[in-house]
């Protein structure tokens, strides 16, 4: 199977011109430094809307946060080589901070799960869909109410504040490229280790820490996007598929949970089990083709890949 974007880099440009917010970012005179501190910056601006946004549920809230963090600590990931203890210690208290905005995850994984088993081709009735959906449903409220308390918020609102103050220290526009292919290699080498051999057998845990990482290695990836917007966008796209493949298994692995003895969906535990492994089979197939040509480079031709799409681009400019 191809790999993606095999071939020579080339320049994107739009409307007959390169895109002036990636040159501004990656102008030759400033290195890959300032596209590092402009990604930092967003996120953090990102997370503190959500916090202030009085439009948003909790749950939403919640959600968006989430989202947030995963960027950062994926970017702490690329700075923990350049940076050192600062980025891996700030690394560790957003994966902190994470664990306790999941409270409400594994009842909405649930409620994505049985989304999922609509599309299954065995048969499964409306009505039964509709009453585990409610009993669900009940559980992520109850969660809600007892998650995203006020001292919660008041820890992520410390945390932010606490990573603006960091951002305004650390040395950021100084960083070369070398060092950030290197983190970005090491991230890519993780998550092609993680790859099972026979991926039928692969142990729920197994898949989801190969999920983990290549949620990672999209963010990281999205950095390079100023240098070859084309393959930054179908890599990114390629990743993001992947993930999706595995979070609906992992979804499915949580809703099977839900169905253990004296669990709140025990009851449905005869008809459920052939769905969930019929859908389980059919993610992990269309998986294993996603991450065979995602990961289809060894590591030593990925970084020196794009640390060609970096020469060029400061040779074009």
Same mark, same amino acid.
């Given at each position: 199977?191809?790999?993606? =974007? ?24 400033? =290195? ?100 585990? =959906? ?14 995203? /308390? ?34 970005? /290699? ?132």
């Amino acid at each position: 199977m191809a790999r993606i =974007g095999a071939g020579s880099p080339k320049r994107e440009k739009k409307g007959g011109r390169t895109d002036v917010h990636s040159d501004e970012m990656l102008g030759p005179a400033s =290195g890959f430094g300032p596209s590092l501190a402009a990604a930092a910056g967003s996120i953090l601006e990102d997370a503190r809307g959500t916090l202030a946004d009085p439009k948003l549920t909790d749950a939403e809230t919640v959600h968006e946060l989430r989202k947030a963090l995963k960027r950062w600590r994926a970017l702490m990931r690329l700075l923990s080589g350049p940076l050192g203890e600062p980025a891996v210690r700030m690394r560790i208290e957003a994966r902190e901070l994470m664990r306790a905005l999941s409270v409400t995850r594994d009842a909405q994984a649930a409620l994505d799960a049985l989304t999922d088993l609509g599309k299954s081709d065995l048969p499964f009735s409306a009505t039964s869909r509709k009453t585990i =959906g409610a009993r669900l449903t009940r559980l992520r409220v109850a969660a809600e109410a007892a998650g995203f /308390t006020p001292a919660l918020r008041q820890r992520m609102t410390q945390y932010l504040e606490s990573a603006a103050l960091s951002l305004e220290r650390w040395p950021l526009t100084s960083i070369g490229f070398a060092a950030i292919a290197d983190e970005l /290699t090491g991230t890519y080498r993780r998550a092609r280790r993680l790859i099972p051999d026979t991926w039928a057998e692969a142990e729920a845990r197994e898949l989801h820490e190969l999920r983990k990482r290549v949620v990672e290695h999209r963010h990281q990836m999205e950095l390079l996007e100023p240098l070859w917007p084309k393959l930054a966008k179908l890599w990114g796209k390629e990743a993001q598929r992947l993930r999706e493949r595995l979070g609906a298994s992992q979804d499915l692995t949580v809703l099977e949970s839900f169905t253990a003895p004296r669990g709140p969906l025990a009851t449905w535990r005869a008809r459920l089990a052939p769905l969930i492994a019929a859908r389980r089979e059919r993610h992990l197939k269309a998986a294993t083709k996603l991450a065979t040509r995602l990961f289809a480079e060894k590591p030593k031709a990925f970084r020196t890949r794009i640390s060609a799409l970096w020469d060029e681009r400061r040779t074009d400019q």
